[in-house]
């Protein structure tokens, strides 16, 4: 029974390390969908959006808004700093993202706040994104090692809740 439980035990650290394996970049549709997802009068990007969701360095951002197609003419994509963010202001963007076919990427490099805007005045009309960047949580780097008398499946099991917690958040982020 006991030898049992300790192979389930195992069994589970191994499914849990190799859920552990740091998970390669994600890309955030903005919005919620390839589809639309960027567009005036929808929603308040930023409490509505993106502070369910969880960015980290190396991630990437996806506004899509090719159909109908003229909307690929009328919204656009900058990123600005933040008193051109509260102004919308194009004027002087720090980074041109739209290129023109209503399906833009943008890749997050840095933990910061960035600030995304579109022209043609419909950051005025809620066309506008905050987004705060946090650096990808350290992998770990040694699993727990086994010791060989009774204490150690104590050490294990005490150790297994606040992995779970780890692996949940890391399929969850991959799920997302
Ligand atoms: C969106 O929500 C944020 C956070 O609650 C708020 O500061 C901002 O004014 C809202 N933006 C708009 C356009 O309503
Ligand atoms: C944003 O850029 C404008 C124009 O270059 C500048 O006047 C303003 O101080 C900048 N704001 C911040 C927060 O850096
Ligand atoms: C941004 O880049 C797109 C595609 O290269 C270009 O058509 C557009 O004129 C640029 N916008 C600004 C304000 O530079
Ligand atoms: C982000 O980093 C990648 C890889 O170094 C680079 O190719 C890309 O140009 C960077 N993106 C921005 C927006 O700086």
């Known amino acids: ?18 859920l552990m ?14 589809y639309n ?52 202001s194009t004027d002087h963007p720090l980074y041109n993202i739209s290129k023109g076919g209503g399906r833009d990427v943008y890749q997050l490099n840095h933990s910061r706040p960035y600030y995304f805007i579109s022209g043609g005045g419909f950051c005025w009309q809620g066309m506008k994104l905050t ?6 949580p350290p992998a770990p780097t040694e699993a727990p090692t086994e010791a060989p008398s009774s204490s150690g499946s104590t050490s294990l099991s005490a150790s297994l809740p606040g992995m779970f917690a780890i692996a949940a958040a890391t399929a969850l982020r991959a799920v997302l």
């Not at 300790?6 to 849990?16: C, E, K, W």
């Not at 394996?21 to 390839?34: C, N, Q, R, Y």
């Not at 308040?44 to 899509?64: K, P």
């Open 37 to 88: 997802g960027w567009a005036p009068n929808k929603m308040n990007y930023t409490s509505d959006w993106a502070s369910h969701e969880q960015f980290y360095v190396g991630d990437w951002l996806y506004w899509g808004f090719d159909e109908p197609r003229i909307n690929r003419q009328l919204y656009s994509v900058f990123e600005v700093n933040k008193t051109d963010y509260e102004s919308c």
């Open 21 to 34: 394996i740091p998970s390669e970049a994600l890309k955030h549709d903005v919005g919620g969908t390839k």
């Open 1 to 18: 029974m006991e030898s049992l439980m300790r192979r389930s035990a195992i069994t589970t650290l191994v499914i849990v390390s190799l």
């Open 131 to 136: 987004v705060v960047v946090h650096e990808l």
